[in-house]
């Protein structure tokens, strides 16, 4: 992929520190830490430091939004991060689908050992606390609200906004810690930015649509080639730059302007809006045996 186009993406060090401190001063409190990260972008999504900041506890890593990625790499990916020494489970925390093994899945394999060590002491009424982790975006909300089964208030996750943390009780004697303060996504890696900028998870601004629209084309081309020609009704062999691919779906959806000359911006947020909504189909945007830059 040619990068140079692209503009850096700003982030700010005082909030990532902040963040860092708020992380590691928690996680004393919590026995597990449930991090989602999104099923399509399971690297990208991820926080750079996550590894190294809660290192030594025991982990579930929840793939969200699997409604929109691809069953099998989803599997994959479920495969990936067990050999990491996490659990993983996929969800769809928009219908709720999977969620019913979260907590189970924390208390029998998660947490397995500290629960017999408990049953063992006679602890086993304390509370499983857990804290909640992910980029902005990526459903920790709809996560607490489903488990929490009420509709609890959208907390806004942006830098310069201040909220507190708070234990959200669950029934079971499990307690969430909804941390306040912003988790950076992987915003170094230009790839990994180019990919949360197809899901939307990071702004549109660091391409222009157009941009964003011909590598997405080129990626669904090569991986996803079925899924591409049964929405635009396209044909292509693959040999197609992005621009190409793009004017193909314009014309199909006779997106012109005046002179005959195709409206590449509309066709643009068009397959952008159709890829994130999941009329494509169900897409993954890495795969795990492609090594992690
Ligand atoms: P956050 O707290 O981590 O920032 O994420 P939040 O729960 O607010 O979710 C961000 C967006 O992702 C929301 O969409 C939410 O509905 C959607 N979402 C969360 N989980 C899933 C999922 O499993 N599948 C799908 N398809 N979408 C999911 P939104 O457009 O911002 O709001 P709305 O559509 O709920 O109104």
Known sequence: ??????????????????????ITANLKLVDAVVEIVDARTPLSSRNPEMDRLTAGKPRLVLLNK?????????????????????????????????????L?????KVLAELMEKRERSGMSGAPVR?????IPNVGKSSLINKLAGGKRAKVEDRPGVTRTKQWVKLDGNVELLDMPG???????????????AFTGAISDDILDIETLAMKLLK??????????????????????????????????RGMMISGGEINTERAAITVIDEFRSGKL?????EMPQKKEK
């Open 182 to 196: 912003v988790l950076w996504p992987k915003f170094e890696d230009q790839e990994a930015a180019i990919r949360l």
């Open 130 to 134: 857990l804290m909640i982790v992910g």
């Open 219 to 252: 990626y669904l081309a090569e991986e996803y080639p079925q899924s591409l020609r049964e929405r635009y009704k396209i044909e292509f062999d693959g040999s197609e730059s992005g621009i190409e691919l793009l004017e193909r779906v314009g014309r199909k």
């Open 281 to 285: 189909g169900r897409i993954t945007l």
């Open 66 to 102: 699997s409604d929109l990625a691809d069953d099998r790499a989803a599997q994959m990916w479920i495969n990936y991060f067990r050999n990491s020494g996490a659990e993983a489970l996929a969800v769809d925390c928009k219908s709720g689908k999977g969620l019913k093994n979260v």
């Open 1 to 22: 992929m040619d990068n140079t186009d692209m503009k850096q993406i700003q982030w700010f060090p005082g909030h990532m520190a902040k963040t860092r401190r708020l």
């Open 104 to 108: 189970p899945t924390v208390r029998t």
